[in-house]
């Protein structure tokens, strides 16, 4: 249940800063998103015992330091206009959807590998955004 409440909230922000324009700042902050979470998706689908999950932890840190900042930038960005959401959350929510899905399912698998849960605290941010590492 966090998970998915965790999950939305991603979601949710990543909808949230959509604004009008190609190559806009708000555009650019839900690619580099949409980016960040399949980065760390590949990453986890990498992580098969205890020495790739060791191994994976430096691409995950990198992978949660993007996030945090684009994340960051996207709360200062002013929020788009009513049209240009609608418009982009048609363009980007069936991605931001299937990207979210697949993270969530590679982090269930990488729970209960060894050395898995410790890999999974760099990401913890993107995971639950409102969690301290």
């Known amino acids: 249940m966090i998970t ?3 999950s939305i909230g991603i979601l949710l922000a990543a909808l949230g800063i959509l604004a009008a ?3 806009s700042p708000h ?3 839900i690619q580099t998103t949409l980016k960040t979470l399949e980065s760390i998706t590949i990453e986890l689908v990498k992580i098969m015992d205890e020495e790739t999950a ?3 932890k430096p691409e995950l840190t990198k992978a949660a330091k993007t996030w945090t900042e684009t994340q960051a930038k996207a709360k200062k960005l002013q929020p788009p206009d009513k049209d240009e959401k609608v418009r982009l ?3 980007y929510k069936p991605k931001l959807d299937e990207t ?3 993270l969530l399912s590679q982090k269930v698998r990488v729970e209960v590998i060894p050395g898995g849960k410790d890999a999974l605290k760099e990401i913890i941010g993107v995971l639950k955004p409102d969690a301290k590492k």
């Open 4 to 6: 998915r409440i965790g």
């Open 89 to 91: 959350e048609k363009l």
């Open 27 to 29: 555009e650019q902050v």
């Open 54 to 56: 060791l191994a994976a």
């Open 21 to 23: 324009g190609e190559g």
């Open 100 to 102: 979210m899905k697949k």
